[in-house]
T-cell receptor, first 114, second 113 residues
């Protein structure tokens, strides 16, 4: 059984629209992350949350907003979508959020912006 | 800031060949170093980690030794199999904020029978 569930697996959007990527983890971890993978920048860190608080944000654009409604949820809202946002978005988790812990990744959401 | 460099974008080997994938890093202090493997359609999976100089990490026949002198953490395997074909990522635990890992650009390994 997958311990980190990302929905949907594939997502097609039109330029200018808004989408929400869902992530739930069932590992009992307190830290969650978003990474983006594209041909241009493989596995680029976006956000880290620990105990539902934002720890780090390396995303330049405010169009990307993480949302943590529950301890084991970290959704990613993307507004005003652009073709350059096309990528696979991976959610990850770790026990407490310190950088020497192994990360557990979901299978990703592949976003295509037309 | 911290950085991770993987020099090989792609590596092609035959089964039973020896594998080396190079990873060099730049960081202050002693960052934790990691190797992850990614198969098509999946997220990266943790292989192993090392946290201090001369520590060896290993898993599934793969190994790497933390070398602070040469700032390296090269991945090696004595005899690769076709099932090892995947993308391999070197990563380090970011030392400035200490809250996330920074990944290298990845090395695609293709092993032919």
């Amino acid at each position: 059984d997958p311990k980190i569930i990302q929905k949907p697996k594939y997502l097609v959007a039109v330029t200018g629209s808004e989408k929400i990527l869902i992530c739930e983890q069932y590992l009992g971890h307190n830290a969650m992350y978003w990474y983006r993978q594209s041909a241009k920048k493989p596995l680029e860190f976006m956000f880290s949350y620990s105990y539902q608080k934002l720890m780090d944000n390396q995303t330049a654009s405010s169009r990307f907003q993480p949302q943590s409604s529950k301890k084991n949820h970290l959704d990613l809202q993307i507004t005003a979508l652009k073709p350059d946002d096309s990528a696979t978005y991976f959610c990850a988790s770790s026990p407490t959020g310190i950088s020497n812990e192994r990360l557990f990744f979901g299978h990703g959401t592949k976003l295509s912006v037309l | 800031g911290d950085s991770v460099t993987q020099t090989e974008g792609q590596v092609a080997l035959s089964e039973e060949d020896f594998l080396t994938i190079h990873c060099n890093y730049s960081a202050s202090g002693y960052p934790a170093l990691f190797w992850y493997v990614q198969y098509p359609g999946e997220g990266p999976q943790f292989l192993f980690r090392a946290s201090r100089d001369k520590e060896k990490g290993s898993s599934r026949g793969f190994e790497a030794t933390y070398d602070k002198g040469t700032t390296s953490f090269h991945l090696r395997k004595a005899s690769v199999q076709e099932s090892d074909s995947a993308v391999y990522y070197c990563a380090l635990g970011e030392t400035n904020s200490g809250t996330y890992q920074r990944f290298g650009t990845g090395t695609k390994l293709q092993v032919v029978p």
